[in-house]
């Protein structure tokens, strides 16, 4: 079976919402897609190189983190400019999602990588 980055990231705000009793006015996040079930090394090996190869610099991986780079994000996706909490650098932990569905008689199995950033969880990197 070939692993690979099924299409171009997914890139949008998420809505104004209260979470855990705090007012979220913006935040973003980032969706990725895998074909198979993978591992989270997998998952960064894998992750880290397409994102090389797709010349997507905003996105790292580096020491076992993921590095979150606003200015260079802010740079592609104009849109996020005035995004005032959006600056300097960020850690960002990735979430999966293992999904399964049936095409004919064939089962497809899909990783999704989701990475969420708000004001709330938003750490400059050291």
Request: one cysteine or more.
């Amino acid at each position: 079976m070939t692993t690979t980055l099924k299409k171009e990231p997914q890139v949008g705000k998420f809505p104004h919402e209260e979470i855990d009793g705090a007012n979220v006015e913006e935040g973003l996040n980032f969706n990725f897609s895998f074909d198979g079930y993978l591992t989270g090394k997998q998952i960064d090996s894998l992750l880290s190189r397409q994102l090389t190869q797709s010349k997507i610099d905003w996105l790292y991986y580096e020491n076992g983190r993921w590095i979150f780079f606003s200015e260079k994000f802010k740079a592609q996706f104009q849109e996020f400019n005035n995004t005032d909490w959006l600056k300097s650098q960020t850690i960002l932990i990735p979430e999966l999602e293992y999904c399964k569905r049936k095409v004919f008689d064939e089962n497809i199995e899909t990783t999704k990588v989701r990475f969420y950033g708000d004001p709330r969880n938003y750490k400059k990197s050291s």
